[in-house]
């Protein structure tokens, strides 16, 4: 496996993460999660013709949500998201995150890995995984 910071590997055409999209049942509650479990800060979003936000995740990149119908079933899905789709962030560490989670009686699982990482789903069942980047957890 190529080392996550080897851009060697990366055609020069590709600069990185623009946005993430997710399908959301209800874009106030999705946007309020994401501010209270993450942080994020709302940006500016044009009028697309169905209700959405976009929210900041730093150095450019964004996470938006779509209020739209999902075709994806949300039942039946693996407990631990790092079985299922997902999107992960880097953070310095995972346990202010694990502490919010826990105060709000959020249900998360800890990579199996040994690594600082977390995995948790927001209300529509959309996994988040969280990488903790000083190596301890």
Known sequence: MPDADNRLDVPPEVQGVDHVSLLVSDARRSRAFYAE????????????????????L??????????LP?????????EHGG????????VETTAPFAGRLEAKGLAFTRSRSG??????RDPDGNAV?????????
């Open 70 to 78: 999902n075709p994806d079933g949300v039942d039946g899905r693996p």
């Open 37 to 56: 479990v993450l942080g994020l800060a709302e940006l500016p979003r044009p009028d697309l013709g169905f209700p959405g936000a976009w929210l900041s």
């Open 115 to 120: 690594r600082d990482a977390l995995f948790f």
């Open 129 to 137: 995984e969280l990488v903790g980047t000083n190596g301890s957890a």
């Open 58 to 67: 730093g150095g450019g990149q964004a996470l938006h949500l779509l209020e």
């Open 83 to 90: 079985r299922d789709r997902h999107f992960a962030l880097r």
